[in-house]
Structure formats: C-alpha cells, structure tokens
C-alpha cells in the first residue's frame, strides 16, 4: 500500500481520488448521511490520508486540525469490503499516526462507530476520554453525534508507529 494525502485543493486528480474514497466512506458508513459525508470530505479544513494498492484506492481516512489544541479529530476512516481484516485499516492508522505527530498533534478523538469500537481500541484508542484530554480542551470544537462513542489516542513522538 501507499499513501497519499489529498485536499480539495482544485486539483482535478485530486477531486477524483476524494470522490471515490467517499464513495467508500458512503458504502462502509451506511448510518452516515451522504451529504455530510461528501460536505466534509470536501470541506478545505479537511485533509484525507488515501490508501492506494496499486493505482487502486481501497481506503482512507477523512480528519481535520485543532493545531491550538494539539489534537485532530478523525471523521471518517473506511477500508472497502473486500479488502477489510487484512491488516490495511492497521497500517492507515500507523501512518497517519506518524503523519500528524510531524505537523505537531498529540492526540486523535473519534466518535466511534459502535461496530468499530474493538478496531480503535486495538489502534490504542479509549473511550476513558476524560483522565487522557479534559473536556475542557475539545469542547465546543467537535460535534458529538448520537450512535457513535468518543475516543480518545495519545500519541507518543517517541515511537515510530509504522516499524
Ligand atoms: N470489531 C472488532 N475488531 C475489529 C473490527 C471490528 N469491527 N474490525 C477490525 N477488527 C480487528 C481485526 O480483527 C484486527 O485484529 P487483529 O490485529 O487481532 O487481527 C484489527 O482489528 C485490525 O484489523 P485490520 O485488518 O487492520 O482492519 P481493517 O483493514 O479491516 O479496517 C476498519 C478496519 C477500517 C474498521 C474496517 O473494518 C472498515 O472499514 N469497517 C467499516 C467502516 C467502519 O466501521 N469504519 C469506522 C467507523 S467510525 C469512524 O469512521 C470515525
């Protein structure tokens, strides 16, 4: 696999490879409404990390910045079905690990797809937001939804994630 980090920055080949990893978010994210879906993927404050095999794009993830606050917020993150539990959803996560620790973030938050719970906490997310960031820091800043359960990951920029 490789990696590429793609905004909407009217770059055609860029708005291309967005649109099919939010053809996959939208496939893989079936309680998601799709225009949120495609709102944010395309929303400039949002980057997305895109897992290539090949030329083909089997995955990403859709996060953005709170840099004041040293933490990103992952909105979305997918691998297509017939590419799922075979490691790829593990090496996404370690190479955006590394990747934001780079632009100085020290913690991720997510609301969790209850289905995906287990595959967070194996990524060394827990739902024990509270001892790890106060609220105090991320509130306000983003929105929590219902059906989905807040997770929190620190980062140590002490370790290589993808070693
Ligand atoms: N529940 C429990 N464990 C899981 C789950 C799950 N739903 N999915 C994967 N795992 C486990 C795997 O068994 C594996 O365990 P192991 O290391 O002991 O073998 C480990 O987590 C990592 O598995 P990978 O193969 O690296 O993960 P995969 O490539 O399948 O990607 C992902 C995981 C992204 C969750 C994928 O299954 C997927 O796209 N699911 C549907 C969409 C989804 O639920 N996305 C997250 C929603 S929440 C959000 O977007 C903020």
Redesign the pocket.
């Known amino acids: 696999l490789h990696y590429k980090i793609i905004t909407n920055d009217g770059v055609p080949e860029h708005l291309i490879s967005l649109i099919k990893l939010k053809n996959i978010f939208r496939k893989?994210?079936p309680k998601m409404p799709g225009e949120y879906i495609v709102r944010l993927v395309l929303d400039r404050n949002h980057k997305s990390m895109v897992a290539f095999k090949g030329d083909l794009i089997i995955?990403g993830v859709c996060f953005r910045y709170f840099e004041r606050q040293v933490f990103s917020e992952?909105?979305?993150?997918?691998?297509t079905f017939s590419?799922?539990?075979?490691?790829?959803?593990?090496?996404?996560m370690n190479n955006l690990k590394n990747y934001v620790m780079k632009e100085g973030i020290r913690y991720f938050l997510?609301?969790?797809?209850n289905?995906?719970?287990?595959?967070f906490k194996?990524q060394g997310f827990t739902t024990e937001v509270e001892p790890v960031l106060p609220e105090s820091i991320w509130k306000g800043y983003i929105k929590d939804y219902d059906g989905?359960t807040l997770m929190v990951c620190k980062l140590d920029v002490d370790i290589d994630y993808t070693i």
């Open positions: 893989q994210l995955g992952i909105a979305f993150l997918a691998v590419e799922q539990v075979k490691g790829y959803g593990t090496q996404l997510t609301y969790a797809d289905f995906a719970l287990g595959y194996k989905g």
